[in-house]
């Protein structure tokens, strides 16, 4: 599967922005998908990941509360609302999607990944 992500862009400390991952090639139904950012001169972290139905979704604690993660499978698309935001959520955002239905947290074994798309948040 070939992922695509948008949406990130500029904003200013407090507001929001919302990150989309669309798929093509293959399907994203039955699989996990999750985001992922690397900041300028650091090494890439997990953001938030969702099982294959949508039922489950696993945060890193420095996002709890403020961001938000979706799937459509009609549209084979994942999503990250990002409320909030800080200057700290400065980074490219890349979305990545497992062969396997579920997520496990601290599971690294994403096949598929994304281009990334760049946020910037000014304070």
Known sequence: VQ???SGGGFVQAGGSLRLSCAASGRTLI???AGWFRQAP???R???AAINYNGASAYYADSVKGRFT???SNTKNAVYLQMNSLNSEDTAV???AARQASNYIPGITDFSSWGQGTLVTVSS
């Open 3 to 5: 992922l695509q992500a």
């Open 41 to 43: 001169g650091k090494e």
């Open 93 to 95: 955002y890349y979305c």
């Open 45 to 47: 972290k997990f953001v």
């Open 30 to 32: 039955g699989r996990a």
């Open 69 to 71: 993660i979706s799937r």
